[in-house]
């Protein structure tokens, strides 16, 4: 009999801001030989538990294919079909009791129920096993939703990825899916005051504030709620990780008590990685009005 509970001994679990580097940087350390993730199937089709078994087709003892998001580096051919980390809103979504917005919400104060917990632990314990890998670890951006991952996984490892606000809220900009909607409404819910709802509907129309004002809470309430867990948490910067990737890699895979791993060496040293802060002229000229609302993050 599979011993389930052994994969979920000191998950795994990236955090931080959408566009903060988050993904980049925990692609590097998900591809470590020991780890298995909700992927994009379990995105795609959330019940059918059997797709698990294709990670074991593409990373095996002859081969190995990483998919990767198609995000900065040039992807494989047919990327989008090999399984590779993903943040499987759907299958949260469809796992959590109903008052539960996993997707938008900032869960804070939130614990899973006692069936909810064992669900969900069960669920993923089958789906790393069914990979054939040895621990859980997965990526959310937005709210960090800590306390109730914490309640679900109590000695869960957290990796918090922060970059320059003023960067980040660049980077929103340039994304369509918050052009047309993230920068004209609250995207996430259950953490702003009245008096804080009032202020957003004032400067609404203004795309940087508006962003900006966004980012601040989820830095403040992620910031808070990481307090709470100590030791279990690790803060990295994209900044440093731009700078000397493999020093950061490294320093996450000892947080994570991860022994070295040749794929893992072998991202590091393939990957190019960019400085996506470089747009200097862009970032000047909107940096005063992010640092209205970010400034003490």
């Known amino acids: 009999m599979i011993d389930y509970d052994k994969v979920l001994i000191k998950p795994i679990i990236f955090v931080g801001p959408g566009r903060s580097g988050s993904t980049i940087i925990s692609e590097f350390v998900l591809s470590h030989n020991h780890l298995g993730w909700p992927d994009n199937y379990l995105e795609w089709m959330p019940s059918v538990a059997s797709t698990a078994w294709l990670t074991r087709l593409s990373q095996n003892r002859f081969?190995?294919?990483?998919?990767?998001?198609?995000?900065?580096?040039?992807?494989?051919?047919?990327?989008?079909?090999?399984?590779?980390?993903?943040?499987?809103?759907?299958?949260?979504?469809?796992?959590?009791?109903?008052?539960?917005?996993?997707?938008?919400?900032?869960?804070?104060?939130?614990?899973?129920?006692?069936?909810?917990?064992?669900?969900?632990?069960?669920?993923?314990?089958?789906?790393?096993?069914?990979?054939?890998?040895?621990?859980?670890?997965?990526?959310?951006?937005?709210?960090?939703?800590?306390?109730?991952?914490?309640?679900?996984?109590?000695?869960?490892?957290?990796?918090?990825?922060?970059?320059?606000p003023t960067a980040t809220v660049n980077s929103l900009l340039n994304v369509p899916f918050w052009q047309a909607q993230g920068r004209h409404e609250?995207?996430?819910?259950?953490?702003?005051?009245?008096?804080?709802?009032?202020?957003?509907?004032?400067?609404?129309?203004?795309?940087?504030?508006?962003?900006?004002?966004?980012?601040?809470?989820?830095?403040?309430?992620?910031?808070?709620?990481?307090?709470?867990?100590?030791?279990?948490?690790?803060t990295v910067s994209y900044e440093d990780f731009v700078a000397n990737p493999r020093a950061v890699t490294n320093r996450i895979l000892a947080f994570c008590q991860l022994p070295n791993c040749e794929v893992v060496d072998a991202k590091v040293h393939n990957c190019r990685v960019r400085d996506q802060n470089k747009n200097s002229e862009k970032l000047t000229s909107i940096r005063e009005q992010v640092l209205r609302y970010c400034g003490s993050n």
């Not at 808070?224 to 279990?232: C, H, Y």
């Open 63 to 164: 081969w190995r294919l990483d998919g990767e998001k198609g995000q900065l580096n040039k992807t494989k051919f047919m990327n989008n079909y090999i399984p590779r980390p993903a943040e499987a809103w759907s299958f949260w979504q469809s796992i959590t009791r109903e008052d539960i917005d996993f997707s938008r919400g900032f869960l804070l104060h939130q614990r899973a129920s006692s069936s909810e917990k064992e669900n969900i632990r069960e669920t993923l314990a089958k789906r790393v096993s069914r990979q054939g890998k040895q621990r859980l670890a997965m990526k959310f951006t937005g709210p960090a939703r800590a306390e109730y991952l914490h309640s679900i996984f109590p000695d869960a490892l957290f990796v918090n990825v922060v970059r320059d």
């Open 186 to 234: 609250l995207w996430w819910h259950g953490a702003y005051s009245s008096a804080e709802q009032r202020e957003f509907n004032s400067i609404k129309d203004d795309g940087i504030a508006s962003t900006a004002f966004q980012l601040s809470k989820v830095l403040e309430s992620n910031e808070r709620e990481l307090s709470k867990f100590g030791n279990q948490v690790l």
